[in-house]
Protein backbone atom coordinates (compact mmCIF):
# COMPACT_ATOMS: atom_id res chain seq x y z
CA UNK A 1 0.00 0.00 0.00
CA UNK A 2 1.27 3.58 -1.06
CA UNK A 3 4.39 4.89 1.32
CA UNK A 4 4.37 2.46 3.83
CA UNK A 5 7.83 1.70 3.50
CA UNK A 6 9.24 5.08 3.56
CA UNK A 7 6.76 6.03 6.41
CA UNK A 8 8.22 2.36 8.48
CA UNK A 9 11.79 3.98 7.22
CA UNK A 10 11.14 7.50 8.82
CA UNK A 11 10.21 6.18 12.25
CA UNK A 12 12.80 3.63 12.16
CA UNK A 13 15.00 6.31 12.17
CA UNK A 14 13.23 8.57 14.54
CA UNK A 15 12.78 5.49 17.40
CA UNK A 16 16.81 4.75 16.78
CA UNK A 17 18.29 8.18 16.51
CA UNK A 18 17.56 9.29 20.06
CA UNK A 19 18.39 6.15 21.39
CA UNK A 20 21.66 6.09 20.10
CA UNK A 21 22.60 9.61 20.92
CA UNK A 22 22.01 8.50 24.79
CA UNK A 23 24.14 5.85 24.82
CA UNK A 24 26.42 7.87 23.07
CA UNK A 25 26.47 10.53 25.91
CA UNK A 26 26.76 7.83 28.36
CA UNK A 27 23.54 8.51 29.82
CA UNK A 28 22.04 4.74 29.62
CA UNK A 29 23.56 1.55 28.64
CA UNK A 30 23.20 0.10 25.40
CA UNK A 31 21.92 -2.91 26.28
CA UNK A 32 19.57 -1.65 27.85
CA UNK A 33 18.07 1.00 25.38
CA UNK A 34 19.05 -0.22 21.94
CA UNK A 35 17.17 -3.23 22.10
CA UNK A 36 13.82 -1.40 22.62
CA UNK A 37 14.29 -0.78 19.22
CA UNK A 38 13.28 -4.48 17.57
CA UNK A 39 10.60 -4.70 20.44
CA UNK A 40 9.09 -1.58 18.88
CA UNK A 41 9.75 -1.87 15.50
CA UNK A 42 9.34 -5.53 14.21
CA UNK A 43 5.49 -6.17 14.93
CA UNK A 44 4.82 -2.71 12.76
CA UNK A 45 6.87 -3.77 9.99
CA UNK A 46 5.54 -7.25 9.86
CA UNK A 47 2.10 -5.69 10.48
CA UNK A 48 2.95 -3.54 7.24
CA UNK A 49 3.71 -6.03 4.89
CA UNK A 50 0.61 -8.40 6.02
CA UNK A 51 -1.73 -5.31 5.50
CA UNK A 52 0.13 -3.64 2.28
CA UNK A 53 -0.06 -7.20 0.66
CA UNK A 54 -3.23 -8.08 1.95
CA UNK A 55 -4.18 -4.55 -0.63
CA UNK A 56 -1.50 -5.74 -3.19
CA UNK A 57 -3.53 -8.82 -3.43
CA UNK A 58 -6.84 -6.95 -4.12
CA UNK A 59 -5.44 -4.84 -6.50
CA UNK A 60 -4.06 -7.21 -8.48
CA UNK A 61 -6.68 -10.40 -7.85
CA UNK A 62 -3.81 -12.49 -6.64
CA UNK A 63 -4.41 -14.79 -4.23
CA UNK A 64 -0.48 -15.52 -3.28
CA UNK A 65 -0.73 -16.33 0.71
CA UNK A 66 0.18 -13.99 2.88
CA UNK A 67 3.54 -13.72 4.62
CA UNK A 68 3.64 -15.79 7.97
CA UNK A 69 5.21 -14.92 10.48
CA UNK A 70 3.62 -16.65 13.39
CA UNK A 71 5.39 -19.50 12.38
CA UNK A 72 8.71 -18.16 13.13
CA UNK A 73 7.33 -17.23 16.84
CA UNK A 74 7.01 -13.32 16.40
CA UNK A 75 3.75 -13.56 17.67
CA UNK A 76 2.03 -11.34 15.15
CA UNK A 77 -1.39 -12.73 14.97
CA UNK A 78 -2.06 -10.50 18.35
CA UNK A 79 -1.54 -7.15 17.32
CA UNK A 80 -1.96 -7.90 12.88
CA UNK A 81 -6.04 -8.46 12.72
CA UNK A 82 -5.30 -8.27 8.72
CA UNK A 83 -7.99 -8.98 6.16
CA UNK A 84 -7.23 -11.60 4.05
CA UNK A 85 -8.78 -10.42 0.06
CA UNK A 86 -10.74 -13.65 -1.68
CA UNK A 87 -10.83 -13.13 -5.02
CA UNK A 88 -14.57 -11.90 -5.70
CA UNK A 89 -15.48 -10.49 -2.33
CA UNK A 90 -14.00 -6.57 -3.12
CA UNK A 91 -16.63 -5.00 -1.21
CA UNK A 92 -16.11 -6.97 2.11
CA UNK A 93 -12.77 -6.41 1.80
CA UNK A 94 -12.79 -2.68 1.95
CA UNK A 95 -15.19 -2.39 4.30
CA UNK A 96 -12.97 -5.06 6.27
CA UNK A 97 -9.85 -3.22 5.78
CA UNK A 98 -10.82 0.67 5.66
CA UNK A 99 -12.85 0.30 8.74
CA UNK A 100 -10.87 -1.66 11.03
CA UNK A 101 -7.25 -0.47 9.92
CA UNK A 102 -8.48 3.63 9.25
CA UNK A 103 -5.68 4.89 12.19
CA UNK A 104 -3.28 2.24 10.63
CA UNK A 105 -3.27 3.56 7.20
CA UNK A 106 -2.84 7.46 8.85
CA UNK A 107 0.31 6.42 10.10
CA UNK A 108 -0.60 7.09 13.85
CA UNK A 109 -1.18 3.61 15.12
CA UNK A 110 2.23 1.51 15.64
CA UNK A 111 1.79 -0.40 18.76
CA UNK A 112 4.29 -2.11 19.99
CA UNK A 113 5.18 -4.24 23.21
CA UNK A 114 6.20 -3.31 26.15
CA UNK A 115 10.23 -2.84 27.57
CA UNK A 116 12.29 -1.00 29.13
CA UNK A 117 10.63 2.62 28.29
CA UNK A 118 7.36 1.43 28.35
CA UNK A 119 6.89 -1.41 31.19
CA UNK A 120 3.44 -3.27 32.18
CA UNK A 121 1.70 -2.06 34.82
CA UNK A 122 3.22 -5.42 36.46
CA UNK A 123 6.39 -5.25 36.28
CA UNK A 124 6.80 -1.18 37.40
CA UNK A 125 5.43 1.13 39.77
CA UNK A 126 4.08 4.13 38.66
CA UNK A 127 3.00 3.40 34.91
CA UNK A 128 0.56 5.38 33.51
CA UNK A 129 -2.85 4.80 33.34
CA UNK A 130 -3.85 2.98 30.38
CA UNK A 131 -1.26 3.87 27.53
CA UNK A 132 -1.03 3.41 24.42
CA UNK A 133 2.43 2.66 23.20
CA UNK A 134 3.01 3.57 19.85
CA UNK A 135 -0.14 5.56 19.25
CA UNK A 136 0.77 9.08 18.26
CA UNK A 137 0.02 12.05 20.27
CA UNK A 138 -3.04 13.77 19.07
CA UNK A 139 -2.00 17.45 17.62
CA UNK A 140 -4.83 20.05 18.65
CA UNK A 141 -4.19 23.88 17.94
CA UNK A 142 -3.18 25.60 20.74
CA UNK A 143 -2.36 29.30 21.78
CA UNK A 144 1.36 29.59 22.89
CA UNK A 145 0.92 33.51 23.31
CA UNK A 146 -1.68 36.35 22.86
CA UNK A 147 0.37 36.86 20.04
CA UNK A 148 1.38 33.64 19.05
CA UNK A 149 -0.80 30.35 17.73
CA UNK A 150 0.10 27.07 16.39
CA UNK A 151 -0.40 23.55 16.85
CA UNK A 152 1.18 20.88 19.26
CA UNK A 153 4.16 19.74 17.67
CA UNK A 154 5.39 23.00 16.81
CA UNK A 155 6.61 22.85 20.22
CA UNK A 156 7.68 19.40 20.23
CA UNK A 157 10.91 20.25 17.94
CA UNK A 158 14.68 18.07 17.87
CA UNK A 159 15.03 14.63 17.45
CA UNK A 160 17.62 14.64 20.14
CA UNK A 161 15.74 15.26 23.39
CA UNK A 162 12.59 13.94 24.71
CA UNK A 163 9.52 15.78 24.50
CA UNK A 164 7.69 15.52 27.97
CA UNK A 165 3.97 16.36 27.38
CA UNK A 166 1.78 17.65 30.14
CA UNK A 167 -2.13 17.80 29.99
CA UNK A 168 -3.71 19.89 32.12
CA UNK A 169 -6.99 20.67 30.96
CA UNK A 170 -7.84 22.30 34.32
CA UNK A 171 -5.18 24.02 36.44
CA UNK A 172 -7.04 24.43 39.30
CA UNK A 173 -8.53 22.38 42.52
CA UNK A 174 -7.09 18.45 42.20
CA UNK A 175 -5.51 19.25 39.00
CA UNK A 176 -3.21 22.05 40.48
CA UNK A 177 -2.67 19.38 43.09
CA UNK A 178 -1.61 16.57 40.63
CA UNK A 179 1.10 18.83 39.26
CA UNK A 180 2.36 20.25 42.28
CA UNK A 181 3.19 16.62 43.62
CA UNK A 182 4.62 16.12 39.70
CA UNK A 183 6.82 18.96 39.66
CA UNK A 184 8.38 18.20 43.08
CA UNK A 185 9.18 15.07 42.00
CA UNK A 186 10.55 16.08 38.77
CA UNK A 187 13.18 18.14 41.60
CA UNK A 188 13.98 15.37 42.98
CA UNK A 189 17.78 14.24 42.39
CA UNK A 190 16.59 10.73 42.10
CA UNK A 191 13.64 11.48 39.97
CA UNK A 192 14.34 10.40 35.78
CA UNK A 193 14.06 13.79 34.67
CA UNK A 194 17.01 14.88 36.54
CA UNK A 195 18.53 11.19 36.02
CA UNK A 196 18.65 11.88 31.84
CA UNK A 197 19.84 15.68 32.07
CA UNK A 198 17.03 17.68 32.75
CA UNK A 199 16.23 20.43 30.37
CA UNK A 200 19.36 19.46 28.68
CA UNK A 201 17.96 16.30 28.18
CA UNK A 202 13.62 16.73 28.26
CA UNK A 203 11.31 19.81 26.75
CA UNK A 204 8.81 20.06 29.09
CA UNK A 205 5.36 21.21 27.68
CA UNK A 206 2.48 21.94 29.51
CA UNK A 207 -0.90 21.84 27.87
CA UNK A 208 -3.44 23.84 30.20
CA UNK A 209 -7.19 25.32 29.26
CA UNK A 210 -7.43 28.87 30.32
CA UNK A 211 -10.56 31.37 30.58
CA UNK A 212 -10.02 34.12 29.53
CA UNK A 213 -6.77 33.90 28.07
CA UNK A 214 -3.70 34.88 30.33
Not at 41 to 51: C, E, G
Not at 64 to 80: E, V
Not at 180 to 196: I, M, N, V
Request: charged share 20%; glycine share 10%.
Amino acid sequence: MGAFGLNASMMDVSNLAWKIGMCARGLVKISTLVTTYDLERRQHAQRIIRISGSYLRFVCGSDIPLADFDSNGDGLKKNSGVVQYEIGKDHEFLCGSFSTKSQFILGVDAPYDSSAISPTSSSAKGVAIGPHNGVKAPNPHLCFSARSIGYLYDALIGADIIHLVILAFDNGGPMREALTRLFSELKSPQAFFQTYGARSGFNPVLVARIFPLK
